[in-house]
């Protein structure tokens, strides 16, 4: 996953299941949570590919 694009995804993710069970503002703020989680392990990830 890239982590310009994790972002993204969560609040996409985030948007359709808060209009699926009409709780719009818990869900976009999850989202957001997940989103930044997946930019963090991507960012993680990324770092141990690099050679040193």
């Known amino acids: 996953m890239n ?8 609040i ?3 948007t ?4 699926l069970t009409d709780n719009l503002a818990l ?3 999850l989202g957001v949570a997940f989103g930044a989680a997946g ?3 991507a960012s993680k990830d990324e ?3 690099t050679p040193e």
């Open 47 to 49: 770092k141990k590919e």
């Open 27 to 29: 869900w976009l703020a």
């Open 12 to 14: 996409i993710i985030g």
């Open 16 to 19: 359709v299941i808060g209009v």
């Open 39 to 41: 930019m963090a392990k």
């Open 3 to 10: 982590k310009k694009n994790a972002l993204a995804y969560g």
